[in-house]
Every structure is written in structure tokens, then in C-alpha cells.
């Protein structure tokens, strides 16, 4: 069964001072929704909620609170890759609102303190870790791929990184482009005093296997997260580092068929795809080693 944007299809139909106040009652009632449901049932739902909202990179910042990037906190309009696996596992995992809006800031924050520069933006370095800290994620990919599983590892250089950082990191649409340089100089400051480089590894499960033996495939389970393992030369050269993540999106199962529910940049909004198609795509830019396969913590019974 495919679902649509349910609750979601009003909010292009808002005047904007009533934005806010529509955003908050979309949590409540994926909720409301979902209260009764077991943990996979929840990522289904609320995953399966958002499917057709329009991608959009750095769609999250840190409210108009925020220093260099005041995009909400949380928004249920529009995604990139990670955004959208935040707001599904926040929604899936919170008793009510605010323990969403507590949970969305512990999930994409370090101790959940609200700041670009204690952003989880590494996801192997950071948002795997401190998720892992967090008690909302358990990785299965030993459990699955068994002795087949392999490990990738990418030195993140985050100074460099900050290096590299263009005036369009500055996500205040308001300031001139003089104000906007000026904050993007105080950025790469602030970053780079605490930045750090960092060898990190993460297991996963090659391709080749996962095609030499379907059995693998099988051994997922629906709601699990996924996260393709590899390495992308002219990534690394845009942006200054090496990274062993690529993607992440949810594994669903339905009508026998495995498919990756994602935000797509290509593609340009949220959708599923067969996963075994898109590992196929993939592998043929030479990028793709495999993928990592965590399941989500259940945190709340259905009643």
C-alpha cells in the first residue's frame, strides 16, 4: 500500500503567519497517528506521510534563534536525506509535541545543544555515534552480513571542511551580502577553534554480496535505517574532506519488494525506490561499497 502526503497536502494552502501553528499540529496528529502502533508500524506511517514533499538541501537550521542558519528547527514541508530520517524517527519515537521537539534536537545535536557547530554533520563521526549514545539507534549490520561484512573508513577533516565554506552557508536570507560575509568569517572562527581531524570507520555489507546472496536483503527489516557506504572523489574535492556515507533513507518492505524511502536530491522530493535498483545505479559510478543497516530503539509502547 502506498500512501500520500495525508495531512500534509494543506499546508501549500496556508497563509504564512499560520505556518507555524500548522507545523505543530502536523506532529501531533502523525501522533495521534501512530500511538497505537508498534515501532516499525510508526516508521511506516510517518515516513510514508511525507512521500512527495520536495527536496530541499540544509532544510533544517537552528530557528530564528540561530546565528548563521535560521531555518526551523523542525518543518514537515520539505526534506534533504537527513532531515527527512530526523523527522520520521523524532515523530516515531516521542510520547507527544514537545517530547518531538526535545527528541528532533537530541537526534541532529550534540547533548542536544542547539548550535551549527554542535550539529551532527558527519554521519559516521557524528550522527551514528551520538545517536548510538542517545539509545535511539542499534546497528544490525554484523547481525545480517555476517562474515561478509567489511569496514570503510575516511579521515573527516574538519577544518578543511570549514575551509571550504561558501557565503551560502549563511542561511539568513535577509542580510546583505556584506553582513552575510562578515557572519561567514565568524563561522569558519568558531568552527575551525574546535574542529578536529578524525579517522572514523563504519561496517557494511558490499553490494556484490547482497546480490550474490538475496538472503541478505531479506534479513532487513522493514523500518530499518539504511546508509550506502562509500567513497566519492569529487565529493571529497568539493567539499574538503573524505566522507564514508553517502545517503541514508529507510528500508520498506511491501508486497514482497524491498524499496529505500529517501529524500532524493536527483529526483527532488521524497519517495521509495527498489533498493536493489538503486544499489544497481549506484554501483555503477564505482562509488558504492555497500550498505550499513541500523534498527530504530523502540522508546514507547503501543497502548
Given at each position: ?120 554533520h558527519f554521519p559516521s563521526a557524528d550522527w551514528i555515534p551520538n545517536n548510538k549514545r542517545n539509545g535511539y539507534i542499534q546497528e544490525l549490520t554484523y547481525a545480517i552480513g555476517g562474515p561478509q561484512t567489511k569496514i570503510a573508513t575516511a579521515l573527516i577533516d574538519r577544518r578543511n571542511w570549514y575551509r571550504r565554506f561558501s557565503i ?136
Amino acid at each position: 500500500m502506498r500512501y500520500g502526503c495525508l495531512v500534509f497536502l494543506c499546508i501549500f494552502f496556508v497563509p504564512l503567519d499560520s505556518f507555524a501553528e500548522l507545523v505543530d499540529e502536523t506532529a501531533a496528529q502523525l501522533m495521534v497517528l501512530n500511538k497505537k502502533n508498534s515501532l516499525q508500524q510508526r516508521i511506516n506511517l510517518s515516513s510514508a506521510a511525507l512521500l512527495g514533499s520536495p527536496y530541499q538541501a540544509d532544510a533544517l537550521g537552528e530557528g530564528w534563534t540561530g546565528k548563521y542558519n535560521k531555518n526551523p528547527l523542525y518543518r514537515f514541508d520539505r526534506f534533504d536525506c537527513e532531515t527527512y530520517v530526523d523527522t520520521v524517527i523524532a515523530v516515531a519515537l516521542a510520547k507527544d509535541f514537545f517530547d518531538f521537539k526535545k527528541k528532533i534536537n537530541r537526534i541532529r545535536y550534540q547533548r542536544g545543544q542547539i548550535g551549527f557547530v554542535q550539529r551532527n554533520h558527519f554521519p559516521s563521526a557524528d550522527w551514528i555515534p551520538n545517536n548510538k549514545r542517545n539509545g535511539y539507534i542499534q546497528e544490525l549490520t554484523y547481525a545480517i552480513g555476517g562474515p561478509q561484512t567489511k569496514i570503510a573508513t575516511a579521515l573527516i577533516d574538519r577544518r578543511n571542511w570549514y575551509r571550504r565554506f561558501s557565503i551560502n552557508r549563511i542561511q539568513i536570507p535577509y542580510l546583505s551580502t556584506a553582513e552575510k560575509k562578515t557572519l561567514l568569517t565568524q563561522l569558519k572562527e568558531e568552527g575551525m577553534k574546535w574542529a578536529n581531524s578524525a579517522k572514523v570507520s563504519i561496517a557494511y555489507i558490499p553490494v556484490v554480496a547482497l546480490f550474490q546472496n538475496p538472503q541478505l536483503m531479506r534479513r532487513i527489516p522493514t523500518g530499518s535505517l539504511i546508509f550506502l557506504v562509500g567513497h566519492d572523489d569529487y565529493l571529497t574535492s568539493r567539499i574538503g574532506t573524505q566522507m564514508n556515507v553517502l545517503h541514508m533513507g529507510f528500508a520498506i518492505w511491501e508486497q514482497g519488494q524491498l524499496y529505500l524511502r529517501m529524500a532524493s536530491s536527483r529526483v527532488e522530493r521524497v519517495l521509495d525506490i527498489r533498493l536493489q535498483n538503486y544499489l544497481k545505479t549506484y554501483q555503477a559510478l564505482n562509488i558504492l561499497r555497500g550498505i550499513s543497516v541500523w534498527t530504530i530503539r523502540d522508546q514507547q509502547k503501543p497502548s
